[in-house]
């Protein structure tokens, strides 16, 4: 009993397409194609063409479960697909050399700074060939979107026989999944050296925090001692420094008090002289007015005798004012001298506690930038080891995306249905082949392009009628596909065999079929009278 299989649909009506696509139009559509396509001789000794069988075949595709996915196997191995493999960097080597050196810092620092290196440039990628495995995303895309619409049948279509049996395209399959589980081991061997790089570095920079707990707690223990005695020293030192001060300034002040005092006299002296000197001066010229000479001169006398003592007493002044500056000068310099050699004693107590504080400040921050190394250290190796393990799980996201959202509950058959025309001449055989497609509705085309649609050649106008479902599914038949077979002779011959055991051709149904088919085109416009006739009186007679 054969196993059930599952087949793809060929046409698939469009969204806007009323009309149903039937199978007799289906044939028909082909035929019309692969009449289009025939090459009629008359150019460049062209050879004449005969279409020698059109055959509708079955490519046959493996679906292999993987969790909730499936990959899909070429059954013909017409496929590979190629994985880019990056080989990592010894990391249980890397772990066990971190581990090892935890215990000694600098032996654990100098292990870091060896490694620094170790993982640049080391991305240096190979390509694994991974045969049969279909990865083009347009076709693992249609695949995904048919799939659900396939029909499970238990009749052996016309298919061609898989090359790959179950067991070979499970292992293709397997090959893929073992790649990806050893990616999936080197990201959880990143993710581990990272998780243990940054444990280790974490516990010696708990142990320097300690150390500089210890180091502030015995420079506190010190200072507790020295900054009461500083202060009070300091409190001593300023006391004696207030006392020198205060009998400087009463020594300094008695003495300007005793020179002011002088001065004070002195200039109550230089004014009454001044006044006396005005009062000579008018007695002189009331003198002078009235003639009298010997008043003048006696007066006279008296004047000079009197500027003389003005300026003896104004001398005196001068000097006694001079010396009253001198005296607050000196005393500003005593004081002066007094303040800068008691700052100079104060400030070496103070310097005894700043000193102090700022060697617990120097060795607490020489622990700190042990701290800052180490992160930076870290660090630069936790970033080039991310790295790679993005690099790792974009290679796997890679693996991941050749697979479809769809799963079997086995491997089984998929087989994409396809047209092969075989085209015979003088000089060869040539193929076609035409893969799944959709069908158009008329009436939209027709209204856009009304006037020069009749004008379009008959595969022009097939072509607008059935579209493809997938440029990748076309690239597939038509350059993979038949590329191998004119490789492959083999299997030439046996698509040769296909194509004429299952010629539409010879089938007498088939050519009432391509009757009904050809009308139901014409009516819809895609094909003319003429045309309809000539297709008729060359394949259905």
């Known amino acids: 009993m054969s196993l059930p299989r599952l087949i793809l649909p060929y046409v698939v009506k469009s969204v806007s397409r009323a009309n149903p696509f039937t199978d007799d139009m289906e044939i028909a559509a082909l035929l019309c194609f692969a009449e289009a396509r025939r090459k009629k001789g008359g150019f460049l000794g062209v050879s004449i063409e005969k279409l020698s069988f059109i055959s509708k075949l079955h490519y046959p595709l493996w679906a292999v479960p993987w969790e909730d996915e499936c990959v899909i196997v070429d059954g013909l191995g017409s496929f590979s697909y190629t994985a880019i493999y990056t080989k990592p960097p010894d990391m249980e080597f890397f772990t066990e050399q971190i581990k090892r050196s935890t215990t000694v810092r600098e ?96 516990f010696h920079e708990e142990k320097i925090l300690r150390e500089i707990g210890q180091i502030r707690e015995a420079y506190e223990t010190e200072l507790s001692h020295i900054r009461p005695e500083a202060s009070q020293q300091i409190e001593r030192l300023l006391s004696e420094r207030d006392t020198k001060l205060k009998w400087i300034s009463r020594t300094g002040e008695s003495r300007s008090q005793r020179k002011l005092r002088e001065k004070k006299k002195i200039e109550k002296q230089l004014r009454k002289l001044e006044l006396r000197s005005v009062e000579y001066k008018k007695r002189r010229e009331i003198r002078k007015n009235r003639g009298d000479k010997v008043g003048v001169a006696r007066w006279t006398y008296k004047l000079k005798d009197c500027e003389n003592e003005v300026s003896s007493i104004r001398r005196k002044l001068q000097t006694v004012s001079r010396t009253l500056d001198r005296a607050h000068r000196e005393c500003e310099v005593a004081i002066k001298k007094l303040n800068d050699a008691y700052q100079d004693l104060i400030d070496r107590e103070k310097k005894r506690v700043i000193e102090l504080e700022a060697r617990a400040d120097c060795e607490t921050q020489a622990k700190k930038n042990e701290i800052d190394e180490l992160q930076a250290d870290t660090l630069a190796i936790v970033t080039l080891i991310k ?35 075989g085209y015979e001449s003088k000089r060869k055989l040539r193929y076609y082949a035409y893969p799944p497609v959709v069908a158009m509705d008329h009436r939209g085309i027709l209204t856009k392009i009304q006037k020069a649609f009749r004008k379009y050649s008959l595969e022009s106008r097939i072509n607008l009628l059935l579209h493809s479902s997938s440029k990748a599914l076309d690239k597939m038949f038509s350059s993979t596909f038949i590329s191998k077979m004119k490789k492959d002779k083999k299997l030439s011959m046996k698509l040769q065999i296909m194509g004429h055991s299952n ?25 003319k009278p003429e045309e309809k006739s000539k297709i008729l009186d060359s394949y259905a007679k």
Do not use: C
Request: aromatic content about 8%.
């Open 107 to 202: 032996f654990y620092r100098n292990t870091l700074k060896s490694f620094a290196k170790t993982f640049e440039g080391i991305i240096v990628e190979s390509y694994v060939p991974v045969e049969a495995i279909i990865s083009d995303t347009g076709i693992l895309s249609y695949l995904e979107k048919k799939l659900p619409e396939s029909e499970t049948k238990t009749v052996s279509p016309a298919s061609i026989p898989p090359t790959l049996n179950k067991e070979l395209a499970e292992m293709a399959a397997e090959k893929l999944v073992q790649d990806w589980m050893r990616i999936q081991s080197e990201i959880k061997g990143f993710q581990y050296a990272i998780n243990v790089l940054n444990a280790e570095t974490r």
């Open 387 to 421: 790295q790679l393990k993005e690099q790792k799980q974009q290679h796997a996201s890679n693996l991941k995306a050749v697979t479809i959202s769809w799963k079997p509950e086995e491997s089984t058959l998929v087989y994409v249905p396809f047209y092969l025309v």
């Open 503 to 527: 010629n539409l051709l010879d089938l007498p149904e088939s050519k009432e079929k391509l009757r009904r088919g050809l009308e139901k085109i014409q009516k819809e416009g895609w094909i």
